[in-house]
Each structure stands twice: as structure tokens, then as C-alpha cells.
T-cell receptor, first 116, second 114 residues
Framework: GESVGLHLPTLSVQEGDNSIINCAYSNSASDYFIWYKQESGKGPQFIIDIRSNMDKRQGQRVTVLLNKTVKHLSLQIAATQPGDSAVYFCAENKRTRAGTASKLTFGTGTRLQVTL | DSGVTQTPKHLITATGQRVTLRCSPRSGDLSVYWYQQSLDQGLQFLIQYYNGEERAKGNILERFSAQQFPDLHSELNLSSLELGDSALYFC?????????????FGPGTRLTVL
């Protein structure tokens, strides 16, 4: 069946260093991938997305890399800050048979801890 | 603040009971999604509505149902509650039903079944 998983449940990074959060997906039919950030007591918040016709996309301090060959997704956060401490989820999205429906499948999440 | 509101914030009830969770999407958004987040299952997609009609279904139990009203707010009904239904329930909205549209999540409703 479909699954989206993460390699590391917890990542501890020193403030100012770069963070790399990894994600493996199994559904080769997925054509859209998203990273979400969830802070304690809040709902998931969109960070960055990438379509399957791309292999890299950059945002503000974040970069997502997609390797379709090995079905791997990563989120890179530059100059990690204490405010980046949260759980990060990757999610894959594929169109249903209806063509326009949306169904996100989330990974289990990685907790990023930023130490001072 | 995502613009998506959910009520109530917390809900405590007993097994066998029925509850209704409410969601108001962002102004102008036509699609509403429901997710369940539990400790052992992570975030699970339950169901999507678009402009009042069911658009996609995920891992939603038969004891659960949802609807989207003409004013686009949505309700998730959970019946015959079991201990395992204790979880965070999130609602998200997007501009339309297209799978590439960003989903904006609400703050969630924490359901505790005793």
C-alpha cells in the first residue's frame, strides 16, 4: 500500500547549523510533495512544496530536494533557529481517479530540536 | 493564524457517545479536509468536501460522517465513540479541490474519550 516514512524520529541541531530532514515515499504515482511544520499545540503549517517534474526547490532558508529514482525527499533548513523547533512532516499527494480530488498521505514526522 | 477555525478546542466524552466537530474554512476556500492525528497513527486523511459535495475519502470509519453546508462550514460527526478515537482532529481548507492547492490547517480539536 501507500506509505510515506521518515528515517529519523528526532533530530538535534545546534543553532546556526544546517538541518536536513529526510523522508522516503513508496508510491511512484505521487506527483506532488509537501513539507509541513507542526509546532506544539498547533496545526500543521505549509513550508514548501515540490512537483514531481522538479528535483529541487528553494524557499526562504529552506530547500526541498526530490530524488525520484530512490523515492527520497529531503528538507534542508539553513542557519537553524530556535523557532524552527517543531515536528516536520513530509506528505505526498496524488490525484485520485476523479482527477481533481486531493488526498494527502503524511509521514510519521521528525522532531527537530534546536540547541543553543 | 491560518484563517481556519475549529470548535470546540477540547472535548471530553465517554465511550458510546456521539460528538460533532465544527470547522469554518478560510474566507473564499471551497474545499474542506478532515484529518485525524493520533500518537500511533500520525496524521491520517479522513475525508474531503468541495463546495458541499464529497470529493475524496480516506481512512474514515463507518461510525464517522461529515458534511459541508451551503455556507461552506463543515461538521465531522463521530458516533459510538471508542477509547481509540481519542485524538486530535484537524480541519484544513484550500481554495478549490485541486490536489496542488495549499491546504491551510486549523488549530484542531482534541477529543478525549474516557
Amino acid at each position: 500500500g501507500e506509505s510515506v516514512g521518515l528515517h529519523l524520529p528526532t533530530l538535534s541541531v545546534q543553532e546556526g547549523d544546517n538541518s536536513i530532514i529526510n523522508c522516503a515515499y513508496s508510491n511512484s504515482a505521487s506527483d506532488y510533495f509537501i513539507w509541513y511544520k507542526q509546532e506544539s499545540g498547533k496545526g500543521p503549517q505549509f513550508i514548501i512544496d515540490i512537483r514531481s517534474n522538479m528535483d529541487k526547490r528553494q524557499g526562504q532558508r529552506v530547500t526541498v530536494l526530490l530524488n525520484k529514482t530512490v523515492k527520497h525527499l529531503s528538507l534542508q533548513i539553513a542557519a537553524t533557529q530556535p523557532g524552527d523547533s517543531a515536528v516536520y512532516f513530509c506528505a505526498e499527494n496524488k490525484r485520485t481517479r476523479a482527477g481533481t480530488a486531493s488526498k494527502l498521505t503524511f509521514g510519521t514526522g521528525t522532531r527537530l530540536q534546536v540547541t543553543l | 493564524d491560518s484563517g481556519v477555525t475549529q470548535t470546540p478546542k477540547h472535548l471530553i466524552t465517554a465511550t458510546g457517545q456521539r460528538v460533532t466537530l465544527r470547522c469554518s474554512p478560510r474566507s473564499g476556500d471551497l474545499s474542506v479536509y478532515w484529518y485525524q492525528q493520533s500518537l500511533d497513527q500520525g496524521l491520517q486523511f479522513l475525508i474531503q468536501y468541495y463546495n458541499g459535495e464529497e470529493r475524496a475519502k480516506g481512512n474514515i470509519l463507518e461510525r464517522f460522517s461529515a458534511q459541508q453546508f451551503p455556507d461552506l462550514h463543515s461538521e465531522l460527526n463521530l458516533s459510538s465513540l471508542e477509547l481509540g478515537d481519542s485524538a486530535l482532529y484537524f480541519c484544513a481548507s484550500s481554495a478549490d479541490g485541486d490536489s496542488y492547492n495549499e491546504q491551510f490547517f486549523g488549530p484542531g480539536t482534541r477529543l478525549t474519550v474516557l
